[in-house]
């Protein structure tokens, strides 16, 4: 079993990782979903944007988190010193980002609420602890969770390493039913059993990275036959329930939730699969623009923008407007803010860069002994 990571798994978690990004944009700015278990209820633009966000979106977590857990344990020995130094270092790569994201939220908020004439009903303790626990930004969930894996990280990998596969069964059965065990702090849970299914996979794929290496380099028909179990999987969960819905509620039936997680699997392994085929120099540039992409595109951009579509397009099909138009500003303004501010943008981002993102590609250009890039993708 390989536990050293090539250069092409690198820059496929990078692809994959700008590509998780541009579907959590997506899900922010859905403008129409499906209301009635009914399919035949359902316009297109319902179902299609019920497809691609309730559907294919889903998987953008799951990448991050497996991601996460991934690379955290990758150089984990299991001792103190390096819990603290990688505890000292999430702080500045996540805590930074969520507590300057959130901040700039919740004075925001404070500001529209004054302008409009209703002004936030809160004292200072209370805006400090909406601050910390859940910002007016809804995307910063993820990362709240991320610095909660982060500490309870050696009681995972105890579990991981003294139970082996039995641990990770066990918390995918609790995310395969949906059950969230952990209470409700400040609106949103201490920890998601999703977030904590996928970054305990992260940890138990540590060693099987020749899995993840033998998934990349599948053939051209393995990678379109997992495309269309995929797809087959999110059209039959649409035509059974077509309204699904599972975040803080139970809009679902144990059908349609199985498939809709089965579909979930099914993605990660497309996607994998299909960034595996989209390295690029450019791909891994933008990469490291995407997670100052996921920290602004939310709120106040999001109430800006959908307040200026409102002027030029309708409600339930603005989605097709604003998503492309959200998506590219935001890249453009990481790679010029990132330019002409680097220092900001680096302190802002935790120190993820389109530089930083680049050297990767350039170090295997200039290297004697890695085969030249283009050559590299499987075909």
């Known amino acids: 079993m390989r536990t050293e990571l090539s250069v092409e798994t690198k820059q496929t978690f990078q692809v994959i990782g700008l590509l998780a990004t541009v579907l959590v944009v997506a899900i922010h700015y859905q403008s129409a979903m499906p209301t009635s278990a009914n399919v035949h209820d359902a316009s297109y633009n319902q179902l299609l944007q019920g497809f691609l966000i309730g559907g294919v979106a889903r998987v953008a977590v799951p990448l991050f988190a497996f991601a996460a857990g991934f690379f955290y344990f990758r150089s984990d020995d299991g001792s103190f010193k390096t819990y603290f130094n990688k505890l000292r270092q999430r702080c500045r790569t996540v805590l930074i980002p969520y507590l300057v994201i959130g901040g700039i939220a919740m004075l925001s908020w404070v500001s529209v609420r004054s302008i409009e004439g209703d002004p936030v009903p809160f004292n200072l303790a209370e805006l400090t602890w909406t601050w910390l626990v859940h910002p007016p930004a809804e995307q910063m969930w993820f990362l709240r969770d991320l610095m909660v894996l982060v500490v309870i990280a050696p009681l995972l990998r105890m579990a991981v390493d003294k139970t082996g596969h039995a641990f990770v069964i066990l918390v995918a059965m609790l995310w395969l039913s949906d059950w969230q065990p952990m209470p409700i702090v400040g609106g949103w849970y201490v920890l998601h059993t999703e977030t904590l299914f996928f970054f305990t996979l992260g940890c138990a794929a540590v060693h099987r990275v020749d ?150 590609t350039d170090t295997i250009r200039m290297s004697p002994n890695c085969v030249p890039y283009s050559s590299s993708i499987a075909g």
């Open 211 to 360: 899995l993840l290496e033998r998934l990349g380099r599948a053939g051209t028909f393995t990678a379109i036959s997992m495309i269309l179990v995929w797809i087959g999987l999110l059209i039959a969960r649409i035509m059974l329930q077509p309204n699904f819905d599972n975040w803080y509620v139970t809009e679902y039936d144990i059908q349609s939730l199985l498939i809709q997680k089965c579909s979930i699997l099914a993605g990660c392994l497309a996607i994998w699969s299909v960034g595996y085929r989209l390295r690029t120099p450019l791909l891994s540039r933008l990469s490291g623009a995407a997670f100052f992409v996921y920290l602004v595109h939310e709120f106040p951009l999001r109430a800006i923008v959908q307040r200026t579509a409102a002027l030029l397009t309708s409600e339930p099909t603005s989605f097709w407007m604003i998503t492309p138009t959200v998506v590219l500003s935001c890249f453009v303004t990481a790679l010029l803010f990132s330019r002409y501010a680097p220092s900001v943008f680096a302190f802002v981002t935790g120190g993820r860069t389109p530089q930083s993102a680049s050297r990767l």
